[in-house]
């Protein structure tokens, strides 16, 4: 047995040798000759074939989908074959989620027929693209089949691994929540507790809007046959502390849908902007907070007024000077109105389907008209002060209360003066570990007295100006 492996060794050592040789002294083109023809050779008795699929495409810049889609579908039905696997953490960090490691081969089976996957990685040659953080190594897969099996992989086999994959990513993935720097993204686990069920808001709105959402998840081939991309917009308008963050946690919970967050002022220009949406997901949603403070993209066209104001300051060599060096100034941040419009309902918005677009905006009469029309914003939804029916929710999950002798006067206090379902939310929360139901109610029927005196005493005031005005006419 000694000798057998003695010459085993000689005999691999000499044909090392004589590959080093051949790769060193041979001419280029007769290498090339020797190897077209010894791959023929080899095709003749070995009668299988071998699709690869990289880890990256050809333009090295995102993650090939179908790699992806690959490694979820090998990691929940062949990994337990493998001998050697990697493990990282599944959705909500309660489990692990097995895949093969590199240089794994596993055997997968479709309709009768075997075929074998193999993980495998190359020493890259060069970091061509550094800054979008690849690793040094080249991973792809690497599937082997017989060659009369060709038509049934091919056509069906890898059809089927991708839809499996995409399904189970779509039922294990964690979901996201993204913010951008410049053109690139990062995320942290999207773990946010809101729903629709605890949102303090009137039941009708409730079933209006998750109708609204449902409906519009699965509206596929809707969108295709009347010719549309599969997204849809929300303009969430009404003063602060309405719960407008809160809404955009339950569209995500119940579409279970990525959230981006969108920060205007990050953005260099236009072009920046379309790579943003171009490395977006489908299945998400697209987020702009605050939109009539992201930039100067959100005023009125100007009036014949201004117009004649920007003709005279033509004119004027010291205001144009002074014009000229305050757009200096502002060449740091070219996102434009048109540039968003592109953005939101452009030809680069139909890149990926299944987005929702949502800005949120204390003051809705700011915003130009061109920006929140039907067919960019087609829902306009407004989140008001607290009603009775609103204070019942929050009752419901702050207190656990379905009813209370104060919640007569509650609801006629209510009524009479304009609160916040924050400012109603922060009276409820217990401050203490002995507070009760009782003292909350109590702190939030005073807080409502004040609001209506302080609404009363503004009213009078107003009242005074305006007869004041009059008697000066």
Known sequence: MGEMLGNLGSVMAALVFIWAMFQQYFPH???????????RLIKFFYPYIQITVPEYGRDHFM????????????????????KRLKADTAKNNQSLVLTIDDHEEVEDEFEGVKLWWASSTIPARNQTFPFYGQPDEKRYYRLTFHEKHRDLITKEYLSHVLREGKAIKV???QRKLYTNNGSMWSHVVFDHPATFQTLAMEAEKKREMIED??????????????????????LLYGPPGTGKSTMIAAMANLLEYDVYDLELTAVKDNTELRKLLIQMSSKSIIVIEDIDCSLDLTGQRKTKKENEAAEEEEKDPIKKQAKVGDSDQGKTNKVTLSGLLNFIDGLWSACKGERLIVFTTNYMEKLDPALIRRGRMDKHIELSYCSFESFKVLARNYLELDSHHLFDTIERLLGESRVTPADVAEHLMPKTSVADAETSLKSLVQALEMAKEEAMLKAKEEGKEESYAREED
């Open 213 to 234: 959402l449902v409906s519009f998840s699965k509206a596929e081939d809707f969108y295709a046959r009347i010719g549309k991309a599969w997204k849809r917009g929300y």
């Open 171 to 173: 039922r294990t993935r």
């Open 63 to 82: 993650r090939n989908e179908v790699y992806t889609a690959i490694e979820t579908y090998l990691s929940s039905n062949t990994a337990v074959q493998a």
């Open 29 to 39: 083109d007769l290498r090339r000759h020797i190897e077209k023809y010894s791959h």
